[in-house]
């Protein structure tokens, strides 16, 4: 008898012989098959509350591994949800995959059950977006979407997967099974000739700068980073948060990009991030350098910075990177000088951020907080640590240091730190993984404290509550003035009861002596855990010079 296999069969096969068993996902009618499919299958489900917490920990997957992470969501509803939390995913260059179930095929522009245009919804935030519309080859288009995704500059993918394609059953022999070769594609190096010519622009300059894309915000890209400074004798720092050249983690980072004379754009977009490389921001005569695995990128560069571009190639921006190491070998390096006041620049805080302590009783001060907080994180050589946005976090992100850091990043988006943190512990088995977020933050996805229960995945959360939204608040007091304040206000919620109560544990705390033994507990407590800290409400620290 000939033997036969459904389409859903054929999807998880292919993920299984991938070896991308961990997927993040939430029921749902176009799926079911899939799930049915997994069954007998070597795949791990991680069942979530809401789709975006599903991306969110296939981002925090992706970005920890460097594979790609697996979402799987059902149609209509289950894919708009899912969308909103690959705009993080694009931000930071994470490879990923999010596979949506779909209305079936036949009942297309008819108005069919949850039928909406995916693939088009997805677009904008993806590297690629398409829908599968064969079953003998949707193995192909699952390897596609992963080859796209992690090549070049790495990326979310959709792929759409009409419930018909998954339900249809085909013969054995009829499939056309994804080759190893399928999943890849050959990375693209830089030439030894172009590493030469750009150690040699580097070499003429006084004052160079490297400035790293996102996708080198993980232990293996910071490595790489601390290599060619030491190598090159080079600053080199990685541009991956939206408040551009305020970037809390870099200090004064402003005033060396605008002092340097060459900078090297390392994979990295010149965008918003980087004022698009405008004088004022950078000196008028500083010259650029790009390399990146985006012809689209090199054009953009070339129309921002005219005859000030020196010298451009498109390379995958790690392998760019290990060439120019190899190129540098027994080269002389560069004046120290330069490094060390760019290394001064990066670590500058404001005077007081050691010594600031609360003003109001029953209320830390956010520096009393991380000032706390920092020497947990160096305990354990691979601590995760995960910082959202809003000031709360901003302070976190300027006061911890941690090589397995993950932030909200370019998109700017609030809300994913708890299912990233999620995420993590499933890539993390031993390690603590502390979230950093703002109470406002942590009513986007709270309900995942119950998946981290549920599937035993232990983080520490720390909550910093001003019952507000700060970071807008700030802005209105900024830009509309101290007596134009609205709509930003919060009540002051116990929400280390709702990790109680949704099973993890709690900690409420009103006082800056009273942290060190909460962290103690809720690390302690080995389960997911919230600790919620009263705070003043103070902007995130602004170095000046
Ligand atoms: C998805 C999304 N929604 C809204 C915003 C705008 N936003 C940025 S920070 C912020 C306030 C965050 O408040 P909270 O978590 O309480 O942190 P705080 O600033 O108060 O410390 C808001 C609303 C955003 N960046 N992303
Ligand atoms: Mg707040």
């Known amino acids: 008898m000939t033997k036969t296999v459904r389409g859903a069969d054929i999807v998880v096969r292919t993920l299984e012989r991938a070896g991308h068993t961990k997927i993040f996902t939430l029921s749902g009618n176009h799926i079911m098959s899939l799930f049915d499919a997994a069954i007998d299958s070597k795949l791990d489900l991680f069942h979530v509350r809401h789709e975006a917490a599903a991306v969110h920990m296939a981002d925090a997957f ?40 779909h209305t079936e095929t036949d009942q297309l522009g008819i108005g069919g059950f949850q039928e909406l245009k995916q693939a088009e919804m997805a677009a904008p935030v993806t590297k690629a977006s398409w829908m599968a519309t064969d079953t003998a080859s949707v ?33 054995e022999d009829a499939v056309a099974w994804p080759t190893d070769a399928d999943f890849t594609a050959p990375a693209i190096g830089l030439s030894n000739v172009a590493a030469d010519a750009v150690l040699g622009l580097i070499a003429a300059a006084k004052r160079p700068l490297i400035i790293g894309a996102p996708v080198l915000a993980n232990r293996p890209g910071r490595a790489l980073l601390t290599r060619l400074e030491t190598a090159l004798g080079v600053p080199a720092v990685i541009s ?18 605008a002092k340097a004379d060459l900078v090297v754009l390392l994979g990295k977009a010149l965008d918003f991030t980087l004022k698009f490389g405008k004088a004022l921001w950078f000196d008028p005569a500083c010259r650029f350098i790009a ?31 290990e060439t120019l190491l190899a190129r540098a070998a027994g080269r002389p390096k560069a004046d120290t000088g330069w490094l060390a006041e760019a290394h001064a620049a990066f670590a500058a805080r404001p005077a007081d951020m050691a010594t600031v302590v609360s003003k109001t009783p029953g209320k830390l001060h956010p520096a009393e907080v991380f000032r706390t ?22 302070w976190g992100q300027s006061m911890l240091r941690n090589d397995r850091r993950m932030i909200n990043g370019v998109a700017g988006s609030i809300g994913g730190s708890l299912p990233m943190a999620t995420g993590a512990r499933v890539v993390e088995p031993d390690a603590p993984v502390f979230a950093v977020l703002g109470d406002g933050t942590f009513g986007f996805h709270m309900a995942e404290i119950e998946t981290a229960v549920r599937l035993n995945l232990p983080f520490v959360a720390v909550v910093g509550t001003d019952a507000r939204w700060n ?75």
């Open 240 to 257: 991956e948060g939206p408040r551009s050249f305020n970037d809390a983690t870099l200090g004064l980072y402003g005033d060396i990009a």
């Open 471 to 545: 970071a807008e608040y700030n802005l209105q007091v900024r830009d509309y003035g101290p007596n134009r304040t609205f709509g930003c206000e919060l009540n002051a919620t116990r929400y280390d009861m709702v990790a109680t109560a949704l099973g993890g544990h709690g900690e409420l705390v009103e006082s800056a002596a009273a942290l060190p033994a909460a962290i103690d507990r809720a690390l302690a407590s080995g389960k997911p855990a919230v600790i919620n800290v009263m705070i003043e409400s103070i902007p995130s620290p602004v170095v000046r010079r």
């Open 62 to 101: 992706g970005r920890l591994t460097g594979r790609p992470g697996i979402a799987w969501v059902t149609g209509g509803p289950g894919h708009a949800n899912a969308v909103g939390a690959l705009f993080t995913a694009l931000g930071q260059e994470t490879p990923m995959v999010l596979l949506s179930g």
């Open 291 to 321: 390399l990146d695995p985006e012809g689209a990128l090199i054009e953009r560069a070339a129309m921002f910075k005219g005859p000030n571009l020196a010298f451009a190639c498109i390379a995958d921006t790690h392998p760019a990177g």
């Open 139 to 171: 193995g192909k288009d699952v390897a596609k979407a992963i080859r796209i995704a992690t090549s070049g500059r790495p990326g979310p993918v959709h792929l759409s997967l009409p419930s018909d394609v998954l339900d249809a059953v085909v013969t």
């Open 373 to 394: 907080l920092a020497p947990y994180l160096s305990r354990h050589p691979d601590t995760v640590l995960i910082c959202d946005g809003g000031e709360f976090a901003q």
